[in-house]
Every structure is written in C-alpha cells, then in structure tokens.
Nanobody, 121 residues
Framework: QVQLVESGGGLVQAGGSLRLSCAAS????????MGWYRQAPGKQRELVAA???????NYSDSVKGRFTISRDNAKNTMWLQMNGLKPEDTAVYYC???????????????WGQGTQVTVSS
C-alpha cells in the first residue's frame, strides 16, 4: 500500500511564503511524475506544478515565477515553495504521484489527503 502525506499548509498574509511537503511511503519501486494540484471552493481541481523523475518542471501560468517545485528521489519526497502568495492562491493543495510497486507492475496514480492554504489580503 502506498500513502502520500502532505504537510506545510496554513494561513499567511498576502506576499508571504509557505513550503509544502509531500512524502510517499509504502511499497514503492519507482515514482514517475509528481505534481501539486489545488482546488478552491466551487472550482475544479487544477494543476499547479509538476516534476518528472529527472526534474523537468512545468508550471501553470498563474504561479510561474512565484512557486518552485522540487523533489528528492532518494527520499520519495516532493516540495512546493510558494512565494509572493496572493489571496487567489487560497485552496486545498493536493500532491499526486505516478508510482509502481515493482518492475512488472503498472503505474498507479496516488493522491494525498490535501492541505489547506489560506492567503489573507
């Protein structure tokens, strides 16, 4: 069984910073793409940033230049450094990872439980 556990959310004023962490544990052979998604009330879940196993990154236009995604493959951990936070960044942030348990298994997409980020104006 695989678990993704996020941490680091909270309440911050506009212009402030937060760092989210996502740790994967369980039976893991390899992790492919990892990503951060967010969902604000009444809105669809959207991709914030993604990172491949060789650290190629992709960002949504709304966070480009403010957020930085990174990962440590040896620790099965991913981070999202969020600077210059805006009230519109307020949402539940979820981590996602494509993981396989062994060399012969298929890839499965796993989700964390989510962590709340609230930015006050």
């Amino acid at each position: 069984q695989v678990q993704l556990v996020e941490s680091g959310g909270g309440l911050v004023q506009a212009g402030g910073s937060l760092r989210l962490s996502c740790a994967a544990s369980g039976t893991i052979f390899s992790i492919n793409v990892m990503g951060w998604y967010r969902q604000a009330p009444g809105k669809q879940r959207e991709l914030v940033a993604a990172i491949t196993s060789d650290s190629k990154t992709n960002y949504s236009d709304s966070v480009k230049g403010r957020f930085t995604i990174s990962r440590d493959n040896a620790k099965n951990t991913m981070w999202l450094q969020m600077n210059g936070l805006k009230p519109e960044d307020t949402a539940v942030y979820y981590c996602n990872a494509d993981i396989r348990a062994n060399l012969l298994s298929r890839w499965y997409a796993y989700w964390g439980q989510g962590t709340q980020v609230t930015v006050s104006s």
